[in-house]
């Protein structure tokens, strides 16, 4: 999926001479709206926005004979701390992403797709925006596509600021101009989504991969990856490690290894501490966890921690975890959405209780009581981000505990609640 | 008799804008319509709430509610440049804490506030999704990328 | 029908239920904040939670549909874990101000707390603050830290009342229920309803305000007479047991507040801001004294002087009371229908605002009784016949009375004509006697005594009976 960045290599004229549109070309004349599903379903591919949900599994629900409108979103929200690696493909290859989402629009007889992109973002929405402006004036965009009657158009859809509508329900209810509010389940967004029509929510990625899936079969894609979790991933890695930026790695690919080869080790010549594999609402693992460990789901899962949305931050010696935790739930406190109540009066509590610690007040039972507001969020809450700082706090106490003991005990930190990377010394 | 407040979006922007998207979808107009106006006026007025529902057919609490929810919108003017940085984990890991102490020091101004010639606004965000490159800043709707304490100074400088 | 077991116990759904449903159905006990039966499901709250037998997490029961076979516990020890943990966050940065908050005694969060967990707040931290007594306008007000976020005064807005005046601002637990800028809310006529469906003392109204404990009052049935939709409603006062000691006995004798009587047939469990004002209508300021030509007589005089004005006259006409009972309707009509050219007289006109008609209660008619007296009586068009020699002026209303009639005046609240009467007599009003309403569509509801009556008061019921001779009585028959 990756290649050299150059001043243009975003533009139609260089994505087109890199073969792009020709696998769209191919799937429209060649291939029925269920070939297309059922090529991706055998792919395997899972959704790489932090769920990891199969995503032929969730095209499979919508029923392309409902005579409904369906609508396609790509889940551009990318807000998840750690985490830029779809932001790469908006600025680098938006075209990649206009394609795949013709096929996806193709296959679940969607005429009306949206890219939901965080309002932040603002080279990518841009880079975006033209590719759209240059696919419809090719006419690619809103208009029959190759002899055939299929035509989709694909708006760019900015948020304004919240990292919930990168929840898929909070998403759709946010394209529908209100409040980002994500929704129960049932009815599933792909029965009833963006104004109760089915709807398909695919991370950025996710979609992206789907020229490859397409242009060169599912049996292809699996050659690379796991078995369970097969493709490439884009990770991007970020904190004391020397080389932070966007690779693409071939999952399974050995953590170590990435670490420290391609990814430069770490930097200042510091030691590795621990790593938060993907998203800070994934549980860190200590240097010493991921000495053996690969990067696929069951390598991972395995030793309790997850892939997440790829985002990983790599944490070096001497960086205070209890302070790292407090950047955290502030985070989460700020962005509950504050529909349901545990979220809404677990993250306020959460991060009232770790802001009392730092500043010398804490008490012994604060941390177990930590973990019990996190048991409180745990699959109690309209959508992950109550389990996520649950997860976060969870997995930090697990490993570090003595941190914050010992900061309450004596009411300080034990490394001067330091977060930058000293040089190991 | 009031004339009808007029909207800061020009009519034939707003019906671009309109037909642009499918039929039926004037409510998810509400957040792109809201970006433009503050875009153009620079912040999103009172009087704009009540046109705004009335131009798209949607409920008045519905843009109140959306203009409180997310922080990108602004009900009253800040200053000509927003300088808002990243304080989230890994921008933490790479000093933005030092920075955002450096560019108080500078202004002479706490975050959440204003300089006193209007010139700078100074503010602290969530994870930006630029971690890679941290400490990052936005200043206004550009992303500050690789911001060192050292380099504070010159860039508060640069906006003028 | 799918069959679904809730606690093992055998239960026959709708296809169309949740678990929540079924269970209210089936007296169930599984409790709930945002969910109500006439509004869109919110499942926020989390309160509601159940178990699938076999599984090892809870799922909250309002949002989940029945399917044949489904078995949920209720009461499990992880349910019971979840739902005390639920609760314990609702309360966490609840005031827990019941001392001076009016919803004590009726507030679902306080009879929950008791049942389902009862265990004093662990959080050493200090409650997140919010406005306290924020005016949502002139009828209600809100306090933001008692609010649980339900949604339901939210969701009635959108849903019922349709004015969309309130939202929520802002986000986490900074949220706060608010009005649109635009002042709907204090235009909806409907507004107070999100008194009664706010769970907690959050929305109260300001009329009730510290004006009494709700377990010192009881509520009676009654009908509210302000237009044709006769919406049944509750009126409160003070327990006969409970009485004040006070010099002034009005106050054990005054409407406390009025509520809506759930009705599928006429109203669901709504009335609209006219109704909750009742004791504006009702206590106004009543004549109590039977009088002829302005001088106090006892009632039996008045009585008696009626009856020879009715059994002297020749032409004698009826305004009948477009407020009076079927009761009182059929007993006038039975005693001195035959004798009286009756005409309906409209006792209420609607001044601006009133006499509308709505999507949902109000109706154009002023008042509660819209069948019975107009089918036995045409309506009144205004004028009176010259030669009438005695017009018996039943309720309220300002009538112009041609020269030289008498007049018997039947009425309840103070007003000047009274004096210049040829006869006064007072008459019981609607909460002190019992009595029904036939509403537009034919739908019969009964209200109830509240209050006992004056001595000197006399129920038009009975006294219809009083002023007709015998060959009256038996003509009409």
Redesign the interface.
Known sequence: MTFAVTATSHTLADYRARGGYATLEKVVRSMQPSEVTKEVTASGIQGRGGAAFPAGRKWQVVNLKDGQPHYLCANADEGEPGTFKDRWILENAPHLLLESMLIAAYALEVRNAFVYIRGEFDLPYRRLAGAIEEARAAGLLDAPLFGTEFACDVIAHRGAGSYVCGEASGLLTSLEGKRGYPRNRPPRLTVKGLYQRPTVVNNVETLSNLVNILRDGAKAFRAHGTAKNPGTRLISISGHIAKPGVYEVEIGYPWAKFLDEDCGGMMNGARLKCVIPGGISTKVLTAADIASLTLDSESVEGAGSSMGSGGMIAIAEGTCMVRLLQVMLRFYHHESCGQCTPCREGMGWMHRIIDRIVDGKGRPEDLDQLIRIARMNDGTTICGMGDAAGYATVGILAKYRDEFDYWIEHKRSRCDGNLECRPFS | MTADHILPIPSAELAALRS???A??A??????C??RIQELQGFVA?ED??ALATA?G?????V???L??????RREAVGRWQVAVC????C????A?RVIEACKHKLGIDVGETTPDGRVTLST??????????PVV?VN???VENVGVESVDGLLDSLK | MPTIFIDGREIQADKEQTVLEAAIANGCELPYFCYHPALSIAGSCRVCVVQVEGRSWVEIGCNMPVSDGLRVLTDSDLVREHRAAMLELTLLNHPVDCGICDKAGECTLQDYHYKYNGKPSVSVDAKVHATKYHELGPRVILDNERCILCSRCVRFTREISKTNALGIQQRGDHSLVRASEDGAFERDAYSDNVVDICPVGALLSRSFLHRARVWYLEPTPSVCPGCARGCTVQVWHRKQEWKLHALDPAKNTRIERVTPLDNPKVNGPWICNKGRDLAKVFERPRALQPMLRGSPVTLDAAVAAARDLVAAAKRPVALVSSWGSNEEIAAFAASLGARFAGFVKQDHVAHPGDGVEDHLLRRPENHPNCAAPLARFPAWNGTLDPVADLVLVWGEGSVRLPEGAKVIRLDSYERPELADADVFIPISIQTERNGRYTNFEGVVSAFSRCFAKADAVADAEALFAALATRSDREAAA
């Open positions: 642009r998207y499918p039926g979808f409510s998810s107009l509400v957040l792109p809201l970006r009172d709430i009540g798209l949607v409920a008045r609490v519905q109140e509610e959306v409180s929810f997310y922080t990108q919108y304080r989230n984990v890994s933490s890991m790479r000093g804490e965000v969530e994870c930006l999704g630029s971690c890679g490159t941290a936005m709707e550009k992303y």
